[in-house]
């Protein structure tokens, strides 16, 4: 199949994750149980009812303010028995979500509004939340895409790198406050640091980044 070399660089999950995600998903169906999947941030939920569609259980995780519009979704979408809603975001995670440990959790975008050290926390946290041999697949914007035209740390180190976007950039993509972008040795590093067996990283046509990691 013909990549999108044109795809927005917003649109960081729903591409070479979510195939290989979905791929995992039926895998485990294979073993006759229910594969349980955390989604988070849910967004308009096309990933979460594409998981429950094989079968899957999956938390839909994102803002309490959007709970009214997710759970909509997933009732039009016919699936309101196998896709439940949890209020909590990448910045304000619970103690204790739905459902948890995973088998899968996929992480759509939000780690780039953070620095480098507490996306770290967040994707520690995260793990810790997968069973044993479970995957957690991440997508974050990256330095190399068109993002980092004029990107005023484009030079730092990732741990000193959070700064706004160029001024046509931010307003083009309504990204307002500062963003830290990686590369895909960045995203290698974070996964790694946090304590995930790094299955596979890997850098869109489009420049932004994405990687598996396994609790072990």
């Known amino acids: 199949m013909k990549k999108d070399t044109t795809a927005n660089p917003l649109e960081v999950g729903n591409d070479e994750n979510e195939r290989q995600a979905l791929e995992e998903c039926v895998k485990r ?9 955390l989604v988070i941030p849910a967004g308009h939920c096309e990933i979460a009812v594409k998981f429950a569609r094989l079968g899957a259980h999956v938390t839909a995780a994102d803002a ?3 709970h009214r519009d997710i759970t909509g979704r997933v009732l039009a979408a016919g699936f309101s028995d ?5 209020a909590a ?3 304000e995670l619970p103690e204790d979500l739905p459902d948890e440990p995973y088998d899968i959790i996929f992480v759509r975008r939000g780690l780039c509004n953070m620095p480098y050290e507490e996306a770290r926390i967040v994707i520690r946290s995260l ?4 069973k044993i041999g479970g ?3 991440v997508s974050i914007l990256g330095l190399h895409s068109e993002l980092g035209e004029g990107y005023a740390d484009h030079i730092q180190p990732v741990d000193q790198r959070f700064s706004r976007l160029a001024p046509p950039l931010a307003k083009k993509y309504a990204i307002d406050g500062p963003v830290c972008l990686y590369t895909e040795r960045n ?3 974070l996964l790694l ?15 932004n980044v994405k990687g598996v990691g396994v609790r072990v």
């Open 29 to 37: 169906q294979r073993l006759d149980r229910r594969v349980s999947v």
């Open 64 to 66: 309490a303010a959007l």
């Open 82 to 86: 196998d896709i439940g809603f949890a």
């Open 89 to 91: 975001t990448l910045s």
């Open 127 to 130: 793990l810790l939340r997968l």
């Open 135 to 137: 995957k957690m697949y």
């Open 187 to 189: 995203l290698f590093m």
């Open 193 to 207: 640091e946090a304590g995930a067996s790094v299955l596979r990283t890997l850098t869109t046509t489009y420049g």
